[in-house]
């Protein structure tokens, strides 16, 4: 018996679809995203999310993203950026296209800190859709789809919200499964 309260004590229970500590922080990308850290500090610890914490460092918003806040962060994974046509993640890394990386990226980034609760609210408010400016200054439109939050971008791409609520020190984060794109 003493040996179950043991094991208690360091498994993780999976919730609604997220993996989550005990103490109250949630697995992403195989790595424990603790409340207390920042978006920059958490990313970096992801499995997940490489492609997008180089994309930050390159595109010079560590600094912006480690900042109070607070930030609501539509992360996309890895595999989302392969999503992408071949050759445009390395393009955008390149330092003549910083300007172009850092509207995309800002692009996944709405000042304040909207939990999913928040989110969901607002789309039933709004009739089914909800309207989000970005820190980039463009739009981002939130839907619900078959009991999932779904983000549609100004050129149509759809991207589903996968792990919603990821607390962090200056915001939340939710893991998205497609990079969303400004308008050109």
Known sequence: MRNL???????????????MAQNG?????????YPSK???????????????????KAAGLVETLQSEGPFTVFA????????????TVETLLKPENKEKLQAVLTYHVIAGDFKAKDVVAAIKNGDGKATFETVQGGKLYAMMEDGKVKLKDASGNVATVTVADVNQ????????????????
Request: aromatic share 6%.
């Open 5 to 19: 309260k043991l094991l208690g004590i360091f498994c993780f229970l999976f919730i609604g679809g997220t993996l």
């Open 25 to 33: 922080s949630t697995m992403v990308g195989g790595a424990e995203m």
């Open 38 to 56: 920042n978006i920059v500090e958490n990313a970096s610890q992801s499995n997940d999310h490489t492609t997008l914490v180089a994309a930050v």
């Open 76 to 87: 996309p994974t890895n595999a989302a950026f392969e999503k992408l046509p071949a050759g």
């Open 169 to 184: 020190s200056n915001g939340v984060v939710h893991v998205i499964d497609t990079v969303v794109l400004p308008g050109k």
